[in-house]
């Protein structure tokens, strides 16, 4: 009987790998017809906002009145690496996104 199962489930296994394979290679992606112009394509994105301390503080204000702007090690002052104010300030943000990811990822397992 486990000897049964296991070649019908082997067969299975198999079928669906060579229908995948055949269904992946069989995908063609859409062309443009010759000729075609590109007058119709999206037209470029905008240059990411940098925003400066003033912007956090105002930010902050909005959000929790109550709080305000609290940044008791001062981070949004510095400079990292050689670069501007606003810069910084977009690389702590997206380390502070990152590490929350990172963090809601090991919560859950």
């Not at 119709?40 to 009145?65: Q, S, Y």
């Not at 501007?84 to 963090?103: C, D, N, V, W, Y």
Request: proline content about 6%; charged content about 15%.
């Amino acid at each position: 009987r486990i000897a049964m199962a296991a070649c019908i489930s082997f067969g299975f296994i198999a079928t669906m790998l060579a229908s995948a394979s055949t269904l992946s290679l069989s995908y063609a992606a859409p062309a443009a017809p010759a000729g075609a112009s590109l007058r119709h394509a999206r037209p470029a994105a905008a240059p990411p906002l940098m925003e400066t301390k003033a912007d956090l503080e105002a930010l902050a204000k909005d959000l929790n009145p109550a709080v305000g702007f609290w940044d008791p090690l001062a981070l949004s002052d510095y400079s990292f690496w050689g670069t501007s104010q606003e810069a910084t300030i977009g690389f702590l943000r997206e380390a502070e996104i990152k590490h929350g990811r990172i963090a809601m990822a090991g919560f859950v397992g």
